[in-house]
């Protein structure tokens, strides 16, 4: 299997512009998570799903983020606008069931200008 | 408030030595697991333990469990400086999703 794969693995963007993250978690998994990392704040789960259906979205910072599963082989994650303090590394990670052995992807890097 | 977190955050070895990480948690848990993460890199998971086992190998690494004390140890035995990198935590309660601590860098001196 490929693994955890996600796209980009970096972006840079100005300030406003929305950004599209994306995510293609393991086959077979039925859970689905992703992060954000920091020096500062260190490791945030941002969301999980479970058979594509949302069921946590707390750590969402706010209503610029937004994530979506259309299906069981896909995620996004949308921040729009972007913010500099959005700069972060970004993971995506994929399990069978939600309290299971998470497997993550390498990563997007983001930086906002 | 964090379900796990692990002692020390730091921890500074030579090559060869016994490396020691210590997990508590807060409440009850269904399985602990434990992830390192090299520089740069996403976490790969190492070892899970569950709530009614007590100790478990993997080659040079052996994570223990008790209950009663809610706390789990992960012992990285003859340590090399490929295992530079900071060590993670995870807990899981019943069917909810996996609750990370805020990790221990470990450096691993040639």
């Known amino acids: 299997d490929a693994g955890v794969i996600q796209s980009p693995r970096h972006e840079v963007t100005e300030m406003g512009q929305e950004v599209t993250l994306r995510c293609k978690p393991i086959?077979?998994?039925?859970?689905l998570f992703w992060y954000r990392q920091t020096m500062m704040r260190g490791l945030e789960l941002l969301i999980y799903f479970n058979n594509n259906v949302p069921i946590d979205d707390s750590g969402m910072p706010e209503d610029r983020f937004s994530a979506k599963m259309p299906n069981a082989s896909f995620s996004t994650l949308k921040i729009q606008p972007s913010e500099p303090r959005d700069s972060a590394v970004y993971f995506c990670?994929?399990?069978?069931?939600?309290?299971?052995?998470?497997?993550f992807g390498p990563g997007t890097r983001l930086l906002v200008l | 408030s964090q379900q796990g977190e692990e002692d020390p955050q730091a921890l500074s070895i030579q090559e060869g030595e016994n490396a020691t990480m210590n997990c508590s948690y807060k409440?009850?848990?269904?399985?602990l697991q434990w992830y390192r993460q090299n520089s740069g890199r996403g976490l790969v998971h190492l070892i899970l333990?569950?709530?009614?086992?007590r100790e478990k190998h993997s080659g040079r690494l052996r994570v223990t469990l008790d209950t009663s004390k809610k706390s789990s140890s992960l012992l990285i035995t003859a340590s090399r400086a490929a295992d530079t990198a900071s060590y993670f935590c995870?807990?899981?309660?019943?069917?909810?999703?996996?609750?990370f601590g805020p990790g221990t860098s470990l450096s691993v001196i040639p």
């Open positions: 086959s077979g998994h039925n859970s």
């Open positions: 995870a807990t899981a309660r019943g069917y909810d999703k996996v609750i």
């Open positions: 990670a994929s399990s069978q069931g939600a309290g299971e052995t998470q497997y």
């Open positions: 333990i569950r709530s009614n086992e």
């Open positions: 409440t009850s848990i269904n399985n």
